[in-house]
């Protein structure tokens, strides 16, 4: 098996957060400055670059997972990820039903656009992505394994949006398939305050707004290839793959 050194948390510019030079384009070239292996755009409540980071990652050696940061009831942001087009799709239909659609204010929030890759605007999501969906963390977990996705708690540790803030606790019934925390945190103090953690895996991302984030913080994943499969066992711990120190 390989170590392979993971971003799985990177904002583009579609997010009202993410920076203008946050292209899909530009993200991949800076993974391959940083010899990030393995990445995945996660912007909030919204797919709208996946594909194209997949395509242009594909054509310099990055292996793009299929990612986005949804927002649930409680306000705690949590990653999902996904392998096929046909998942993609069908989850950036159900959140859009699940999520209100409220007018984004771009003098507050700023623009959402979506771009082509060679960086040319193609359309603005004028609905606001930061609303929480109206699903609580156990459904909106439920949702995205029903589409045959993963679901990760977004930077536990943060004292916004994070779980623990948002929530006070770890729910026991929550399906997490693994934990991440944030660039902040380090794994050995944050498993010393949270034992309970230590039966997931833990994550730690960039979630990078600006180019000169992404690779602040990486995951290594001990896989024997890089396929969605394989993702999924080290995300789990499973059959000897699992996530490392980095």
Request: overall charge negative; aromatic content about 6%.
């Amino acid at each position: 098996m390989k170590s392979y050194r993971a971003d799985l948390h990177i904002h583009s510019v579609l997010s009202p957060c993410g920076d203008l030079d946050m292209s899909p384009g530009n993200i991949v070239d800076r993974a391959v400055q940083k010899g990030i292996e393995i990445i995945a755009v996660t912007d909030h409540n919204h797919t709208g670059h996946a594909k194209l980071t997949r395509k242009l990652g594909e054509a310099k050696g990055i292996w793009v997972v299929y990612g986005v940061e949804l927002t649930t009831k409680e306000e705690v942001h949590c990653l999902a990820f996904f392998d096929t087009d046909e998942q993609l799709d069908q989850l950036q239909e159900a959140v859009n039903s699940h999520l209100p659609m409220i007018n984004n204010d771009i003098a507050i929030f700023g623009h959402q656009v979506l771009v082509d890759e060679e960086e040319k605007i193609l359309s603005e999501i004028t609905h606001s992505l930061y609303p929480g969906l109206n699903l609580d963390i156990s459904e909106a977990a439920q949702m995205v394994h029903q589409l045959g996705g993963m679901f990760v708690p977004a930077h536990v540790d943060r004292q916004m949006n994070g779980l623990y803030a948002q929530l006070g606790f770890f729910p026991e019934e929550l399906e997490a398939d693994a934990v991440e925390i944030s660039w902040r945190t380090d794994t050995r103090s944050m498993m010393g305050r949270h034992p309970e953690l230590s039966r997931y895996q833990i994550i730690r991302s960039s979630d990078a707004h600006f180019i000169e984030d992404i690779g602040r913080a990486e995951s290594k994943l001990l896989m024997n290839a890089c396929s969605f499969v394989e993702f999924r066992m080290a995300l789990r711990g499973e059959q000897g793959r699992k996530v490392m120190e980095s």
